[in-house]
């Protein structure tokens, strides 16, 4: 099995360069898209070679390099730009998983009769991404692999690791490039240990008994034992509803309004009758070309009122970057569920009074309370079953 990686960094930056080519080469940040306090989130190798770094304030960019351009973020077009280069690899194959805005991952599995061998198919991949946006691709015989082999490529270029060569490949990369927690490479680093080589020649034990089982995930991929399988992305409905504004509004008000005539004429769709949803994307044009976008995963499926309710108490503190244009709203993850599990101890006194009263008279009739609650015992132990127990709830 191999699989290819289709790394595209700087996206939101290459993205803005792909609509006005003659920002190319020149020094690029990207800001957060905070209001009050933005910092610098992403900038190109020509804008590190000048000294500016993420985290920066931008006035901060700015002293460091008095020539770097300040790019706001645009999350509608980059989505627009990175669905299109998904659709052009799913034309490549059927097993495409993006993994985040700029990176995807191919299954090459039963390819090679189609694409040919993997330099060959690297090149296809490659001519399958606009060249200004300066993709990279990696192809190995698993995920970690060929995300380190994608990252190491040169721009427009790539880079194959055959099997045999995974180890002698990785051992000299550095342990920052193990998808971790900045804590453990931060301890890697102070251990000396700053190569994947050196983090490989330690036993699994060791390893496992220090850093847990982010430790075992990163030493199985050090050894080319990652499994983790390409998981292409489910194509399940969308209800989608756009609206566009009389004029550009700025109020909070105005916003929550067409947001919830939005949710109103989604559920009157058919696809949404009597159902639920689980995720909701509310996506805004913002005056003069911007756009700004969030992504509100429920915790329990919810149908229209509650999803008023919900976008009400999750937004009431957004700060847009400008005057809006127009709103969309896109529904996934419907779900026939209608009823919710409450927690026991969040009912109102009325309420709890009578379930206080109903479990003591089970008790009286079987001689023991049925009904029984979760306790911490040993929260730190990494033995699932010592962390919790379960106790005879007893008013």
Same mark, same amino acid.
């Given at each position: ?79 627009? #730009?990175?669905? +299109?280069? /998904?659709?052009? =690899? @799913?034309? &490549? ?5 993006? !993994?985040?805005?700029? *990176? ?75 998808? #971790?927690?900045? +804590?453990? /490479?931060?301890? =890697? @680093?102070? &251990? ?5 080589? !050196?983090?490989?020649? *330690? ?193």
């Amino acid at each position: 099995m191999a699989i290819a990686c289709v790394s595209i960094p700087n996206f939101a930056l290459r993205v803005e360069i792909l609509q006005r080519p003659e920002l190319d080469g020149q020094p690029l940040a990207l800001r957060s898209a905070e209001t009050q306090r933005p910092v610098i989130v992403d900038c190109t190798p020509e804008a590190i070679e000048q000294g500016v770094r993420p985290g920066m304030l931008p006035r901060e960019a700015l002293a460091m390099c008095p020539h770097v351009l300040t790019v706001m973020p645009n999350p509608a077009r980059d989505s627009a #730009v990175f669905e +299109d280069v /998904i659709a052009k =690899l @799913e034309d &490549l194959s059927p097993a495409v998983e993006p !993994d985040e805005t700029g *990176l995807c991952y191919i299954d090459l599995t039963g390819l090679d009769r189609h694409l040919g061998p993997p330099e060959q198919v690297a090149r296809t991949l490659i001519q399958a991404v606009p060249p200004i946006l300066r993709p990279r691709v990696g192809i190995a015989p698993d995920k970690f692999t060929a995300l380190v082999a994608a990252n190491s490529a040169d721009p427009g270029m790539f880079q194959v690791v055959f099997r045999q060569d995974v180890k002698r490949f990785l051992k000299g990369m550095p342990v920052s490039v193990l998808p #971790v927690s900045y +804590d453990m /490479i931060r301890r =890697l @680093e102070q &251990l000396g240990l700053d190569h994947l080589g !050196d983090l490989g020649k *330690l036993p699994l034990s060791a390893v496992q008994a220090r850093f847990g089982p982010e430790g075992r995930d990163a030493w199985r991929m050090i050894h080319g034992q990652d499994d983790r399988p390409v998981m292409p992305r489910k194509q399940g409905t969308i209800i989608s509803e756009e609206i566009t504004l009389p004029a550009p509004a700025t109020s909070r008000e105005a916003f929550m309004i067409g947001l919830k005539q939005l949710v109103i004429r989604a559920f009157t769709r058919e696809e949404l009758r009597s159902r639920n949803i689980r995720q909701a994307l509310v996506r805004a044009r913002i005056e003069g070309g911007g756009s700004w976008e969030q992504t509100l995963t429920l915790k329990e499926p919810a149908g229209r009122d509650r999803l008023i309710e919900i976008l009400g108490h999750r937004l009431a503190a957004v700060e847009l970057p400008g005057a809006l244009e127009s709103l969309q709203i896109e529904l996934v993850g419907f779900t026939a569920e209608q009823a919710r599990q409450e927690s026991l101890l969040s009912a109102r006194p009325k309420q709890l009074q009578a379930i206080m009263d109903a479990v003591r008279q089970l008790k009286q009739r079987y001689g023991t309370s049925p009904i029984y609650r979760i306790v911490e015992v040993e929260p730190w132990s990494r033995i699932p079953e010592r962390r919790r127990a379960l106790i005879s709830f007893d008013p």
